[in-house]
T-cell receptor
Framework: EPEVTQTPSHQVTQMGQEVILRCVPI?????FYWYRQILGQKVEFLVS????????KSEIFDDQFSVERPDGSNFTLKIRSTKLEDSAMYFC?????????????FGQGTRLTVV | QKEVEQNSGPLSVPEGAIASLNCTYSDRGSQSFFWYRQYSGKSPELIMS????GDKEDGRFTAQLNKASQYVSLLIRDSQPSDSATYLCAVNSKNTGNQFYFGTGTSLTVIP
């Protein structure tokens, strides 16, 4: 069964360092998302991506965040200068087509720990 | 701010019973509704989607939607200990660029 895959599963980084989280969406999906979940809190929307550009972003997605689809299969989230409060689970998700009713499928997540 | 509200629980039911999970949402323009199951430390797993008023059944799961009341629920029949997890309600509207808004989740424990 097709699935969204994310790497790494766990990343530990020092405050101020850059991290790149990687995702391979389901192959025929067109719409990609990044969400995050701070421990014990709700799943929060960061950004959506469609047709090689950002479709929508939340207030959380400030200038330290960026997304890219570098090679037609990978979808990455870069955090330029990590802060302690960026520690969270980061989930990538994808869906087939945003123009019709559709479901989003989540990857297994990357646990980011900023120390 | 689009709000999705869930009772955080915890909800405990005995094995074999029916578990009832509820969710309300604030955006009347919402068009798609989803239930995800999340085990501790894991990612959300889609279990049900519903788009029109009424009931939708899939195995032991039944989703119910009432757009007039802005209410969506999930019933789990014949609850099993493996159903113990946090259940997330998610709502999507084309008016919001297709992002999914999540509730905080309801923690369900099925007691053997």
């Amino acid at each position: 069964e097709p699935e969204v895959t994310q790497t790494p599963s766990h990343q530990v980084t020092q405050m101020g360092q850059e991290v790149i989280l990687r995702c391979v969406p389901i192959s025929n999906h067109l719409y990609f998302y990044w969400y995050r979940q701070i421990l014990g809190q709700k799943v929060e929307f960061l950004v959506s991506f469609y047709n090689n550009e950002i479709s929508e972003k939340s207030e959380i997605f400030d200038d330290q965040f960026s997304v890219e689809r570098p090679d037609g299969s990978n979808f990455t989230l870069k955090i330029r200068s990590t802060k302690l409060e960026d520690s969270a689970m980061y989930f990538c998700a994808s869906s087939e087509d945003p123009r019709v009713y559709t479901e989003a499928f989540f990857g297994q997540g990357t646990r980011l720990t900023v120390v | 701010q689009k709000e999705v509200e869930q009772n955080s629980g915890p909800l405990s039911v005995p094995e074999g019973a029916i578990a009832s999970l509820n969710c309300t949402y604030s955006d009347r323009g919402s068009q798609s509704f989803f239930w995800y199951r999340q085990y501790s430390g894991k990612s959300p797993e889609l279990i049900m989607s519903i788009y029109s008023n009424g009931d939708k059944e899939d195995g032991r799961f039944t989703a119910q939607l009432n757009k007039a009341s802005q209410y969506v629920s999930l019933l789990i029949r014949d609850s099993q200990p493996s159903d113990s997890a946090t259940y997330l309600c998610a709502v999507n509207s084309k008016n919001t660029g297709n992002q999914f808004y999540f509730g905080t989740g309801t923690s369900l424990t099925v007691i053997p």
